[in-house]
Every structure is written in structure tokens, then in C-alpha cells.
């Protein structure tokens, strides 16, 4: 089993939040479903330079202060990867929405959000970040679907 690090960001401008509807990726696992940003780490990147440089990457704007609210483990989420997510929110920001090849990207509001195809998980971490503690959280999917979760706040 292979350990896949990567970075989830929920980018906020007011009462909205940035998503990306996952729709233009040949074989995407997430093909249809509501996401943050983010991405995988490259080799010698940190999670915070990972975060930045994906969120320009994917959407065309540069984040000013990222703040780390938890990390999330999602074991055998694809066969042979166990994935290992660092998850941030920005308020802070600069540069212009561009158009992004992995999917559609659109500022939705809190009362939408709720009502988007998003993973099972999701709805369940979402509310934590509007909590001030740090959240270290297990997923555990099998073929799809959320069979069992468990997290620890501090």
C-alpha cells in the first residue's frame, strides 16, 4: 500500500466558498462530485507550499494565508492508496478566477453547498471548519461509500 499525500483547501470570499465541480477529468474518481482545491505534494514540497501552488494552479489565484485546520486520513480510498489530506481555508487572496481543466469552478453559497453532490465525509468534517480547534479525522470507504469515520479535536 502506497501513502498519497496531498492538500484540500476551502478558499471563502463572505458567505461563499470556491468549489469545483469534478467534471473534465477522464477517470477522476471524484467524476461528478463537489470538491475544494487541492492536490497531490511534489517531491521536497511542503503541505503549505503544496497548498498554494495548487489552489494558483487550479483556479488562477494565489492564496496570502492558508490556515491549517486538520489532516485527514483516507485509508485504501483507491485500491493500493492510502491517502494522507491536509485541509486549509483562505480568506485571503489575489488574482483573477480562471478556468480550470479538471472542472468547473463556481462560488457557492453556504445553503447550496449543503445541497451538492459531495463525498459522504464531507458532510460530516465541513462544519468542523468553522470550529477554532485542530482536527485529525479517519474516512474509511469501501467501493464508494463511507462505512465508518472517527476524529480527535485539540
Known amino acids: 500500500m502506497k501513502t498519497i499525500v496531498a492538500t484540500l483547501c476551502y478558499v471563502r470570499s463572505g458567505e461563499k466558498t470556491l468549489m469545483m465541480h469534478r467534471n473534465k477529468k477522464p477517470g477522476d ?3 461528478g462530485k463537489w470538491n475544494g482545491l487541492g492536490g497531490k505534494l511534489d517531491s521536497g514540497e511542503s503541505p503549505d507550499e503544496c497548498v498554494v501552488r495548487e489552489i494558483r494552479e487550479e483556479s ?3 492564496l496570502l494565508d492558508p490556515k ?8 485504501a480510498f483507491k485500491p493500493g492508496e492510502d491517502w494522507l489530506v491536509f485541509v486549509y481555508t483562505a480568506t485571503r487572496f489575489e488574482g483573477e478566477l480562471a478556468a480550470c481543466p479538471e472542472g468547473d469552478l463556481e462560488w457557492v453559497s453556504g445553503e447550496r453547498l449543503a445541497t451538492l453532490p ?7 468534517f465541513l462544519p468542523w471548519l468553522e470550529q477554532d480547534r485542530f482536527f ?13 469515520h472517527e476524529v480527535s479535536f485539540s
Do not use: A, C
Open 29 to 31: 474518481v471524484h467524476k
Open 60 to 62: 488562477g489565484l494565489t
Open 68 to 75: 491549517l485546520r486538520g489532516v485527514l486520513t483516507f485509508p
Open 118 to 124: 459531495l463525498w459522504e465525509g464531507d458532510r460530516i
Open 136 to 148: 485529525s479525522g479517519k474516512f474509511v470507504y469501501r467501493e464508494g461509500r463511507l462505512v465508518s
